[in-house]
Each structure stands twice: as structure tokens, then as C-alpha cells.
């Protein structure tokens, strides 16, 4: 409901001018307990200007009407530097005011000159298993009952920065269940603490808290129903009639223009698909064959082909004259049909990685240098391609996207080998790592270039979930150049994961397309990443289990938990 601005004006115009700044560290430090935050606590822990210091310092002249900021106008919102000239903020002895405020308080003789939706998200630490809560539990959460999806939930944690915007469009929190926290603490103490959840705005989510849907509705996902969503402020820009019209359009359009319609702009957002191995030969090239080229994907195409971006790496290369897939084919030399590339059309295949090593076996078996026609194949498709190619420094060369402004660069190496699979001068393959060092100077290179590095390997291969030291070793490696996130694309079974100096790293994701059936190698991980506004602010683990030798299916409920427990355990989270 609309409030006169002279009970609320000065913690708003401190609201107003408190900076938000994005936490980027990882968070290692366990919870402990502080006292409790009381509404004076609220209070000092806001900037103290006055508001004539205020307007002394944007330089303002009195003369038109008065803006008031409503109590909990998101810090963000409104942008102090783009006030037009001459505009006051301060009681107008007139009544000719302008306020910005929820968009409910603008009564039927008011107008609204600009809208704007500010989107929360609902988060837990990163190895938290549970997915979803319903909204009549979070909104009880909220009243102080814990019911429901919520019941193992201790307390929800929030910015003293929001939680005046939380408390207008939710109501009164109760101090049994929330609890208002200085940023530092949001950035620094909760990690280790699964029973404490928070509420942050999108735009300030990192990698290492799990958004948590509600309803089965996610603020990272393409298809958000803002609608549906109870975390969000609605505001607007209004007044009375009269004062509306009186305004000249181009004050009213400087106005408009200092806020930020929402922090949650589609047009800033990309999301990314990280995928294993993908082998199409033997047991999943023969299911190809008698049920289709696009039968391994027809269960998780949607997670694929929904994504902006979506990377495979694919281990073998094409080969025309391939013959029939054996099933039971013992000898560990490969080749694919080239009809077989129709289902990386089908999945939406954006980024190819050659790292893998049996880029060559057609020339070892065959006599047939197959890289080139291989890689033509993705250019006639539009695909880019890195961690392989036509020689060594093709080989070496990033492949890199802009999507949304969002610039990426992809990088890649194999330091298995075996030799004949290496590009070299003349020939083509997949990029030795050697030391690494050209690797990791590439990386900061680009990072200096505005661009998001992202690294990938075709490391040595086992059959653990947990990563060897030499493994941490050289992938840490990417993560200090400045790689978001760090890879290894080897891997049948799935392994550890870690945050590692603001970068996600993950050992090893599994198989995608490939014919293992064992109990350890039928399952998989999916990785989906969303970027905003040029940072990496979430990371969804999708997990799959493969079907007949060639088909992965989403898990059951009953099978992720158990799968996330166990990866979670190997990473020393839980």
C-alpha cells in the first residue's frame, strides 16, 4: 500500500545508494552462528548520508516534481547517475510527486510511466541433492512453519540489502525461520552448512549455490514462467494523472531510462551443455543402424538441443567406407559411419572437441587420413571445433562463440596420446598438452581478451570417481590462468568435481554415447551452465543412465539421489 515518503524516505535513500557487489570467492569457511540481526542492526548497517548530502552530490536543483523511493526498492533498480537534471527527491510541498514503488500501490487514478520485475532465487549449497520445493512450503518457511519440502530446511539466510525488498511483496518474515545476514557472511560462512538455504537476486547467483525450483520452475531455465514464480518484485514508476501529463516526454524518457526494467534479461543470458564421451561405434553404432541415427538421443534431446550452445566431444572420426558395427568388435580401433553426424544435427551440436584419442585409427587400420573430411563434415554444419585439427597449430587453436554478449573461448589437449593420435606439423589429430604451458597461456591470453575460457581434457583414463594428484594438478593449472571451468572429457566413469579458484572443475562427466553397460559406466553426468551479463552464476548437474548399449535416459529420483550422494562424497562434500 502507498506510504507518504516522509516515513520512509531516509532508509530508502540509503537503500538507494548501498553498492552490490557480486560474491566470487569460494566459499570454504564452515557456518558458525552469529547473534541476531535486529532492525537497528538493519539500520546502521546502511550507508548514513543524508539526503541533502545525497542530492548536494548528484548535483540536483529543486524546481521539478519529487520522486519518493518506496521502503525495499531493490539495489539496482534504480540508477542514481542517469536522474535527469533538476529532479528532487524530497517532499514536494505541492503534493506533485512521482514514486517508484510496487507496482500494487499505484491506486486507479494513477498512472504508471515505467515497469520493472526483479527476480529472486531460492538456492542451497552447491552438493545439495533435493531439487524443488513447493511454494505453499516456502511461503510458510517464510511465516515461521517449517512443512513439507522445506521440513529439513533450518533457516533461510538473506542480504541485509534485500531483505527490506523480500519483506514487500512476501510480508514479514519470522525471525525463526529467516535470517538477515551482511554480505561477507553470504560470501564467506555458509558452505558446509546444507540445512541453511538463502534468497538471492539472479543477477548475483554464483556457480556454487544450487537454485532450487519452485513449483518445478527455475529463474536458469529457458522456458521461466515469471508468472508462476513467487519470488519477484514487481514495481513501477507512477503518479497522478495530472502530474503525469504535465511532464515534457523527454524528462518523462530520461526519467524512465534511470531504471533497470528487470535483472533477469533473457537477451543477457546464454546457456551452455557440457557432455563425456561420445564414441558412435560398436553396441551404439549397431542400435543406430537397426533403429535409427537419432535413436541414442530421442530421451535427453531436449536437454541438448535446448541449450544456446551445446558441446560434444566426439572420440572417432568418419570414415566412408566404415564397415557394418560389430557389437562385439574386440579390437580398440574406430571408425564412424559419416550418416551417423545427422545426430549431432539432431541434438543441436555447436561445439565439437577432437581431443579424444582415436581420431586416427582409420589410418592405422585403413592406410586413410580421415581428419580432414571429418572436420569438413562440422564446417558444412556450421559447428566449430577445438582440441584437434588439420595440423599441430590448427590443433592448438580455441574455438570461440559470442552468444548473448556472452564471448567464449573453448581450448583443449590430450596428453595420453597415443602418439600416432597427436596432430603434428604436416598431419592432423588432436593437441598434445606437452607441459601444458602453451595451454595455460592461451587461456590467460584470452581471459585478457574479455573472453569466458573454457578447458577440456582427453586425460589419462581410469576407472575411479576420484581425480589422481598429477590430474588436480594440471587441471588446477587452467583454473589459476583463469579457465570458469575445467573439464576432463575422458572418462567412462564419472568422477569428482570441485570449485577451485572461482572455477567449477569437474574430473570427468561420464559417457554420453558410447556402449559401456557396467554398472559404474551406464551413468552419466549432463552439464548445464547459464551465463549472465558475462559471469557463469549457475551450473545444473543433469544425470543420466544408459540404456542398451547406445540410449541414456534421465534417472529416476531414487537413482540421482543415490548417484549425487556418492560424486558428492568423492569430492569431499559431504
Same mark, same amino acid.
Given at each position: ?78 540508477? *542514481? ?36 520485475? %526483479? ?71 555458509? %558452505?558446509?552448512?546444507?540445512?541453511? %538455504? ?10 556454487? %549455490? ?70 558412435? *561405434? ?293
Amino acid at each position: 500500500m502507498r506510504r507518504r515518503k516522509s516515513d520512509f524516505f531516509f532508509i530508502s535513500m540509503c537503500l538507494f545508494l548501498s553498492a552490490c557487489t557480486a560474491a566470487e570467492s569460494a566459499l570454504n569457511t564452515p557456518y558458525s552462528p552469529t547473534t541476531e540481526v535486529t532492525t537497528q542492526t538493519i539500520e546502521t548497517a546502511l550507508p548514513t548520508e543524508s539526503l541533502q548530502t545525497a542530492t548536494d552530490m548528484m548535483g540536483l536543483e529543486p524546481g521539478l516534481p519529487s520522486l519518493a523511493l518506496m521502503t525495499g526498492i531493490p539495489q539496482g533498480l534504480w540508477q *542514481v547517475e542517469r536522474l535527469p537534471g533538476g529532479m528532487v527527491l524530497g517532499n514536494n510541498p505541492n503534493g506533485e510527486e512521482l514514486i517508484l514503488g510496487l507496482r500494487s500501490g499505484a491506486d486507479a487514478d494513477m498512472t504508471i510511466i515505467s515497469e520493472a520485475d %526483479w527476480i529472486y532465487a531460492l538456492a542451497a549449497p552447491f552438493y545439495t541433492v533435493q531439487d524443488n520445493v513447493e511454494t505453499d512450503d516456502l511461503v510458510a518457511f517464510w511465516n515461521g512453519k517449517q512443512q513439507g519440502s522445506m521440513a529439513d530446511v533450518s533457516q533461510l539466510v538473506v542480504r541485509v540489502g534485500d531483505y527490506l525488498s523480500l519483506c514487500g511483496f512476501l510480508g514479514q518474515a519470522s525471525t525463526e525461520t529467516v535470517r538477515v545476514e551482511p554480505e561477507s557472511f553470504i560470501n564467506d560462512s555458509l %558452505w558446509g552448512s546444507e540445512d541453511l %538455504w538463502l534468497i538471492l537476486p539472479f543477477d548475483q547467483l554464483i556457480p556454487q %549455490w544450487k537454485v532450487i525450483s519452485i513449483d518445478g520452475n527455475s529463474p536458469l531455465h529457458k522456458d521461466f514462467i515469471i508468472s508462476d514464480y513467487p519470488l519477484v518484485g514487481e514495481y513501477a514508476l507512477y503518479g497522478a494523472k495530472d502530474t503525469i501529463e504535465s511532464l515534457d516526454e523527454g524528462f518523462k524518457a530520461a526519467l524512465t531510462a534511470g531504471i533497470v526494467p528487470t535483472n533477469r534479461d533473457s537477451e543477457k543470458m546464454t546457456t551452455l551443455v557440457m557432455t563425456g564421451v561420445t564414441a558412435l *561405434v560398436r553396441g551404439t553404432a549397431y542400435r543406430m543402424e537397426i533403429n535409427g541415427v537419432t535413436y541414442p538421443a530421442e530421451d535427453i534431446v531436449d536437454w541438448l538441443a535446448g541449450a544456446d550452445i551445446t558441446h560434444i566431444s566426439n572420440e572417432v572420426s568418419f570414415y566412408r567406407d566404415c564397415p557394418f558395427p560389430d557389437p562385439k568388435q574386440g579390437m580398440l580401433f574406430f571408425c564412424s559411419n559419416p550418416d551417423y553426424i545427422k545426430l549431432f544435427d539432431y541434438v543441436g551440436a555447436d561445439v565439437i572437441e577432437l581431443t579424444g584419442n582415436h581420431n586416427n585409427d582409420t589410418e592405422q587400420v585403413y592406410g586413410v587420413d580421415v581428419v580432414p573430411s571429418s572436420i569438413n563434415l562440422y564446417l558444412q554444419r556450421g559447428m566449430v571445433y577445438y582440441g584437434g585439427g588439420l595440423d599441430l597449430q590448427d590443433a592448438m587453436r580455441p574455438a570461440v562463440i559470442e552468444h548473448n554478449g556472452n564471448k567464449f573461448a573453448f581450448v583443449g589437449c590430450n596428453p595420453y596420446g597415443p602418439d600416432y593420435a597427436w596432430a603434428t606439423g604436416d598431419h592432423g589429430g588432436s593437441a598434445p598438452c606437452g607441459d601444458f604451458i602453451w595451454m595455460s597461456d592461451e587461456i590467460s591470453r584470452l581471459r585478457e581478451n574479455g573472453y569466458i575460457p573454457i578447458a577440456t581434457f582427453q586425460y589419462y583414463e581410469n576407472y575411479a570417481n576420484f581425480a589422481s594428484e598429477q590430474q588436480r594438478e594440471d587441471f588446477r593449472m587452467m583454473a589459476d590462468a583463469g579457465a570458469v571451468i575445467v573439464n576432463g572429457s575422458q572418462a567412462h566413469r564419472p568422477k569428482e568435481m570441485e570449485f577451485y579458484g572461482g572455477a567449477f572443475i569437474h574430473y570427468g562427466l561420464g559417457n554420453l554415447f558410447f556402449d559401456q553397460m557396467g554398472v559404474q559406466t551406464r551413468r552419466e553426468f549432463i552439464q548445464r551452465h547459464v551465463f549472465y551479463d558475462g559471469k557463469h552464476i549457475g551450473t545444473e548437474l543433469l544425470t543420466a543412465m544408459l540404456e542398451d548399449y547406445a540410449k541414456p535416459r534421465p534417472m529416476t529420483e531414487r537413482e540421482r539421489q543415490a548417484f549425487l550422494e556418492e560424486i558428492f562424497a568423492a569430492s569431499g562434500w559431504r
